[in-house]
C-alpha cells in the first residue's frame, strides 16, 4: 500500500487539503496526515513514499490522485527539501512540521524528539537556565526580552508553586507560526514547557490558546493527553481563549486565565516574581518554548552560532498578504527585508509594485521598499522606527491607501483596547476620529460649545490641516509614552510610520492647494 | 476643626527596609515598597494622579502619575513604580507636562462640562487636576463619540451614580472589591465602551451592592456622590466622631455646613474602621432630625391618659418626687434603673451612680444583660477578665478564623470587610451557625467547614471539637502546662475525652456529621493562629455562659490566647455595650468588674461619693419586672433602652412595666417601651454630645458634639438634673470630668484621659501605669486571672424542646441595613431594603405546610403569637426558621419565651419551639398591641389650636 503524507494544517485545508486525503484514501493509499511545510502556494500538497524518499507534488486536486500516483502529474516538486523556498531554510524549530504525523509519539522520538527534555533532566535547574542564556534566544512573542534572564527570575524567586505559561494567542494579522507548530509539532512545544518547568521548578503549565485556533486546540489537548506521563510530574493544561486580542498581552492572558477580565496589570510585579495566581511565573511565546528543545538537544552554541548581532538563533518569518509566496520561512536573523519580500516572497501576488511592508503584525511599522536593506534584526528595526514583533510580514502592492492603513491601526487599538489606560481607552477613538477629518480634508471647526460666549478657552478658529496633523503626532505621542501596555503604545508605530514614509496619502499637498486657491 | 481633605498618599503605606532616593533633587528615605508617588507626597511633592488612592492598590490605570527615573527608559507610573536605592526621579519636566496634559486633554473630551453646576463642584479630582496639568484647550472638540448622554441611576436612597461624569479609573470597582470584599461591581465592555455596571448590568439597589459607601468615598468625581452633597451642597467643615450603631466603633468625619450635617465620612485614621463604613453608619442617620424626635419633656398621671408637654424643671421635679415617693412607701430598693449601651461612657457612669448613690441601692441593670452578659461571665471566669482578646487588626494574622454564632457581614460588617479580606489571603475559615450565612460562601470566599448544627447545641459541639483534639493529641501541651491551672485541665480533658462527647456520639443530636466535626476541630488545632469571632448565637441561649467558656477551653487548649491573630473575640452588638458593661452597669459590679460585696473598692467609691452604698447586689432586669408584678418594685429610670420590644417574652415586660408606679423613658423616640411611660425625657442623639463610646476591641473613643442637641440637653446633663433634684449635688460641666471620676476610680481606667485621647485618637483599656500606651492585645505573658482556668462544661440540652404542638425551632437575628429594634433605621432609608422582618423557611417545611414565598403566616410558641411573612429559603436547615426582630409590628419577642442563662439570665433568644400556620392577617396581640400603642402616644399639645 502506498503511504502518502498530505497536511491537515488549518491552511492547507482551507485549500482543500481534506478533499485529496479522502480521495488518495479511496484509492487505497495509506494517508498521513501531517503539518504543513509551509509554502501555502503548494498545497494541498502530497508526498509520495517512494524508494528514493518522499516525492513532493502540489497544489494538488482530489482529481489528480491517478496523476500523482503515477508520477506523471504536472506540479511535481521532488524532494521538498530542494525546493526554492525551502533550500536555505534553518529549520531548528519547524524541523518536524510537515515532516511528521503530528500526534505521533513515536514520529516523534525517531525525529529527535525529547533528546532536548532528556539532556535537560541530566542537567541541575541552573545549568538548564544557564544554557537557555547562553543560546541568546530572546522572546519570540515580541518584546525580545531574553528568554534564559527570565528564567532566572522565576528560579531565584522562592514560592510554594510556580507556573509556566504558554502564550498561544496568536492575534497578530499575518501571523501563523505559532498555530502551525501547535498543529504540525505539538510536542515540541511540550517538550519546551517541560524543559521550562524543571528549569524554574514548576510543576504545572497552562497553554493559552485563542479561540479561532479550533484545530491547535484539538491538537494540543490530544497531545498533552498522550504524552501525560512522559514529561510527568509536570503537568499541562489547554485553556481557550474569549476573543480579545489584549489578552495576547502577557498580564491580561494571566488575569484571563484566573477568570477574571482580561485586563492588562501595570507592572511592576513582573510576572517573573508575582505571576498567575501571584505565583513565579514563565509566560513565554509558542516560538520561545518550541526553540528550547533544539538548545538543549543540540547544545547551546549550536542556537548561538546562527544570528545577527545580539539577536541570535532563527526566526520562523511568517510571509503574508499581498505576496505571490506567502508561508512560513525558518532563517537565522539577518537576511533583509528586501530578500524576505521580493526574493523569497516572490513579489505580490497581484504583480504590482510593492508599497509597504508592515512587520510584527498590526502595531509595526509600515516599511516602503527604500527600506529594504535592514537586516532581519531586533535592534536594527527599533532604530528604524519598527519592530520585529512576532515575525509577521504583510505585503502591500502600490494600490494601497496609507491613511487608511493608519485609520485602520487606530480603529484596530479601539476595537481590541481593554479599556483600563485613558491613552489608549480614550486615545484610539479620538485617533479613529481625527484621521477621518485629516482624510476628509475636513479640519475640524469650532463646536456648537466652543463658540458659546460662555467659553472663553477654547479656540474658535477653525483648525487646519496642519494643526490636525500635529494633533495626531501629540495623540501618538501620549499613547506612545503614557500607554499601560504595548497596543496603545504601539499603535502609534503604523500610524506615524503611515504619516512619515507616505505623507501624500494623509492629503497635505491637497489640503495645502485648496487653501492656496 | 475647619474643612481640609484628608491627605491622600495615592498608594498604601509599606514597610519595608529603609532606602534613600531623590526626588525633584530632595534626597528622602522610606521603606522598601513604597511607591515613589507616595515617596514624593510624604515631601510634600503632589503628582498628578486620578486612578490613584491610599485606600487602594496601585492600578496604574489613569497614567498622569508619568514620571522620569534617571537610567530608566520611558515615563514610568509613579504609583506603580516602587523605589529603589539611589533612584534620582523628577516629576516635572516639559516632556511630562506635555504628556500629562495630552491624557487630560483626552479625558476632558469626553466629560461633561458643567463644572460650575457640578454637585462634586470644588470637592473634585478631576477639577483639580486638570488644574494641575494646565490644560487649556481641548483641541479634539467636544463633538466626538462620548458617554454624555448616559441616564443616572438613583435608585439608591443614599447617592446617584451619573455615567457621564465617570472617568472610568476603577476605584469604585477597586473600593468594592479590595475595602469591602462584595465585588458588586464591574467594568462592563472594553475599551471606549468601557462603563462601571452593579453585578449584572443592574442598577445599584437591585444588584449585589450593600451600599457601605466605599465606592462613593473612592469616586474621583462626581459620578457617584452621596445625595445629600447633591441637595445641600459641598460641607465647610468636619468633626471627628465615633459611630452610635454596633460595636465596631467606626469613626467618622461628621462633614458639616452650619448646624447642618452634609454626610458621614469613615474616617482613614480610624482604627476600628480603617477609613470604611457600612450602610448604617455612613447613610443611616437622617434619624437625628426626623418628625419623630421628641424634643419637650412629658408627664402622664397614667398610661391611658394622653402626654402632656411640660418644662424641663416640672419632669424633673417630677421624677425627683415621685421616685422618693415611691422608696418613701415601698423601701429603698423599691426603684431601679437601666443604662443604655446606645449611650456614652460617662453617661452609663452617671445613670449607675444615680442609682447607687441617689436611690441607696444597686438596681441598675443594662441591655447587656440581654446580649453578651455571658461574655462577662465566661471570660471573667477563664481569663480573668470580661473582654475580648486582640483588638480587630488582629485578624490580619490569623490562619484559620472560626465563626460561631455570629454573622458578622449584617452584624458586623466593616469587621466582616477586614476579615473577608484576610480569607481571601488565604486565611481558612470554619463556621459554626445553623443557618447558611453569608460568610459561608461569598465571591472569593468560601468556608473550609460549615457546621450548620440544630439550634440549642453549641455546648456539645465545642465539647466535641475539644474531643477531638485532646484524644486526637493536638492539644498544646506545653502552653497548657505553662499558662494553665494543671488540675482544672486535667479534670478537663478527662471530661471531654469521655466517648460519650465525641462528634460520633453527638451527630443525632446536632445534626451534623462526625467527619467535618473532626476535620473542623484538625483545622482549628493545627492550622496555625486560631480565632474565634462569636456573636448572640453563642451568648442568648439558656447555656450561653457555657458556651463561652467552651471556646476559651479551646483556644487555651491549642495555645490561642495571648498572641497576634489568634484569640477569643465577643462580636459586641451596641456601639458602647462593652463600655456600659466596664462602667459599672451589671447589678454587681462596680466599674472594672470589680463586685460589690468588696468593702475595699466599695469604700473607695464611698470617699469619693460622700455616700455609703448598698453592699448587696441589685436586681437584673427580669428579676426587676418580676418584682414588680409582685408589687415590690415600682419605680424605674429606663435610658436609651426599648426594653419593651428588645427583651424576650414580651407579655411579661409588659406586665412588669404596668405594674409599676413611675415609669421613666429617655429616648429619642415615643419607642414601645414609653407606652408604659408615666415620665417622657427627650433623648439627645451622638450628633449632639460629647463623650466616649468603648468598642468590642476596648477601643475607648471619643465622641464629639456636632450640632446642639434639639431637646436642650445631653444625655448626661439631664442625669444630672435628675441627680441634683434628688439632692446629690453634682457638678460637672463637661464629660472629661465624669472620665476623670472613672479613671480615678477604675484601675484599669487609670490613665483614660481626654487630653490623651485626643492626642492618641484612641486607647484600649487597661490603660494605667503597667499599661501607659492602653492594651491592644491580653493575656500576653499570663492571663489577668494568673492561670487560665479550664471549666468543664456539661451538655445540658434546654427546656424548651419540640414536640408535636410545636415542631420548629425558631432563631433569630439581624440584617445588614436594620440596627436592632430598628428605632433609628426605621426612620432613615434604610427600610429600602428591609421593609419588613420576614420568617426564613427552609422549603420542605414550608411545603408540607402549604406556605408560599411571601404568604402571612403565624407564629405560635407556647409564649404568644404573631404573624409576619414568609420568605422560602434553603439558608436555614430544615425544621428550622428565622427572623429578625427589627420592626415593632412583627413583634417576634412575644414569642420568645423567659427561659435564660443558668450564669446570667441572659434570654434564649435564639431556641424557641414554634409553629408556622398559612394566616390571615395580625394576631390578636399585634390587634390589640397596635390600639394600645396608638392610643398611648397621644400628645396634648400645651396651647390647643384654636
Known sequence: MTR????????????????????????????????????????????????????????????????????SHGTRIGAIADHPFFVRQQRFTFARCGVTDPLSLSDYGVHGGWKGLEAATALSAQDVVDAVKASGLRGRGGAGFPTGIKWQTVLDTPADEKFIVCNADEGDSGTFADRMLMEGDPYCLIEGMAIAGHAVGAGRGYIYIRSEYPFAIEAMREAIARSASRIAPFTLEVRVGAGAYVCGEETALLDSIEGKRGQVRAKPPLPAIEGLWGKPTVINNVLSLAAVPFILAEGAQSYADVGFGRSRGTMPIQIAGNVRNGGLYEVGFGVTL??????????????????????????????????????????????????????????????????????????????????????????????????????????????????????????????????????????????KHGSLCAL?????????????????????????????? | MTFTREKDFGTPAASGEAVSLTIDGQELTVPAGTSIMRAAAMVETDIPKLCATDSLESFGSCRLCLVEIEGRNGYPASCTTPVAPG???????????????????????????????????????????????????????????????????????????????????????????????????????????????ASQDEDFLSSECVSCGACVQACPTSALIENTVIEKGTPDRAVVTTCAYCGVGCTFRAEMRGEELVRMVPWKDGKANHGHSCVKGRFAWGYARHNDRIVNPMVRGSVDEPWREVSWEEAIGHVAREFRRIQNAYGTRSIGGITSSRCTNEETFLVQKLVRQGFGNNNVDTCARVCHSPTGYGLKTTFGTSAGTQDFDSVQHADVILVIGANPTDGHPVFASHMKRRLRQGAKLIVIDPRRIDLVRSPHIEASHHLPLRPGTNVAMLTAMAHVIVTEGLVDEAYVHERCDRDAYAEWAEFVSDPSRSPEAIEELTGVPAQEVRAAARLYATGGNAAIYYGLGVTEHSQGSSTVMAIANLAMATGNVGKEGAGVN????????????????????????????????????????????????????????????????????????????????????????AAMECVVVQDLFLNETANYAHVFLPGSTFLEKDGTFTNAERRIQLVRKVMEPLNGYADWEVVQLVANAMGLGWGYTHPSQIMDEIARLTPTFAGVNYDALEQRGSVQWPMNEAAPDGTPMMHIDHFVRGKGMFVVTDYVPTDERTGPRFPLLLTTGRILSQYNVGAQTRRTANVDWHAEDRLEIHPHDAENRGVRDGDWVSLRSRAGETTLRAKITDRVAPGVVYTTFHHPDTQANVITTDFSDWATNCPEYKVTAVQVTPSNGPSDWQKSYRELAEASRRIETAEPAE
Not at chain 1, 503604545?489 to 486657491?517: I, M, N
Open chain 1, 338 to 479: 528586501g530578500e524576505l519580500v521580493n526574493g523569497i516572497g516572490g513579489g505580490t501576488a497581484s504583480g504590482r509594485p510593492v508599497r509597504a511592508v508592515q512587520v510584527g503584525g498590526p502595531l509595526g511599522a509600515y516599511f516602503p521598499p527604500s527600506m529594504f536593506h535592514l537586516p532581519f534584526d531586533y535592534e536594527a528595526f527599533a532604530q528604524a522606527g519598527g519592530l520585529i514583533g512576532h515575525a509577521g510580514i504583510t505585503v502591500f502592492d502600490d494600490s494601497v491607501d496609507m491613511a487608511h492603513m493608519a485609520r485602520f491601526a487606530m480603529e484596530f487599538c479601539a476595537v481590541e483596547s481593554c479599556g483600563k489606560c485613558t491613552p489608549c481607552r480614550i486615545g484610539s477613538t479620538r485617533g479613529v476620529e481625527l484621521i477621518d477629518r485629516i482624510v476628509a480634508k475636513a479640519p475640524r471647526a469650532a463646536g456648537a460649545l466652543e463658540t458659546m460666549p460662555q467659553i472663553r478657552n477654547a479656540s474658535r478658529a477653525a483648525r487646519t490641516h496642519d494643526e490636525e496633523v500635529e494633533l495626531l503626532r501629540d495623540l501618538c505621542d501620549t499613547m
Open chain 2, 570 to 657: 465577643p462580636l459586641r452588638g451596641q456601639n458602647n455595650v462593652q463600655g456600659a458593661c466596664d462602667m459599672g452597669s451589671f447589678p454587681h459590679e462596680l466599674s472594672g468588674y470589680r463586685h460589690i460585696s468588696d468593702a475595699e473598692t466599695r469604700a473607695l467609691f464611698e470617699k469619693d461619693w460622700g455616700a455609703t452604698l448598698d453592699p448587696e447586689p441589685g436586681l437584673r432586669i427580669p428579676n426587676m419586672l418580676d418584682a414588680a408584678t409582685d408589687g415590690t418594685f415600682k419605680g424605674i429610670f429606663i435610658q436609651g433602652e426599648d426594653i419593651l420590644q428588645s427583651d424576650p417574652n414580651t407579655r411579661h415586660v409588659a406586665a412588669g412595666l
Open chain 1, 4 to 71: 502518502v503524507f498530505i497536511s491537515k494544517d488549518m491552511a492547507s485545508v482551507a485549500l482543500g487539503a481534506d478533499a485529496v486525503a479522502q480521495a488518495f484514501a479511496k484509492a487505497g493509499c495509506e494517508v498521513v496526515r501531517t503539518g504543513s511545510h509551509g509554502l501555502f502556494a503548494i498545497e494541498p500538497l502530497v508526498e509520495v513514499e517512494t524508494s528514493e524518499g518522499r516525492v513532493a507534488y502540489g497544489p494538488v486536486g482530489p482529481d489528480d490522485v491517478a496523476a500523482v500516483l503515477d508520477g
Open chain 1, 488 to 517: 496603545g503604545g504601539f499603535t502609534p508605530y503604523p500610524v506615524l510610520s503611515a504619516l512619515d514614509h507616505f505623507p501624500e496619502d494623509f492629503g497635505g499637498g491637497d489640503a495645502l492647494r485648496e487653501a492656496a486657491e
Open chain 2, 87 to 197: 533612584m534620582v526621579v523628577r516629576t516635572e519636566t516639559d516632556k511630562l507636562r506635555k504628556l500629562r496634559r495630552g491624557v487630560m486633554e483626552l479625558y476632558i473630551s469626553d466629560h461633561p462640562l458643567d463644572c460650575l453646576t457640578c454637585s462634586a463642584n470644588g470637592d473634585c479630582e478631576l477639577q483639580d487636576q486638570a488644574g494641575a496639568v494646565g490644560l487649556r484647550d481641548v483641541r479634539f472638540g467636544y463633538e466626538g463619540e462620548n458617554h454624555l448622554e448616559g441616564c443616572k441611576d438613583e435608585s439608591n436612597p443614599y447617592f446617584t451614580f451619573d455615567p457621564a461624569k465617570c472617568i472610568v479609573c476603577s476605584r469604585c470597582v477597586r473600593a468594592c472589591d479590595e475595602t469591602q470584599g462584595t465585588l458588586a461591581l464591574t467594568v462592563d465592555g472594553r475599551g471606549f465602551a468601557s462603563k462601571i455596571a
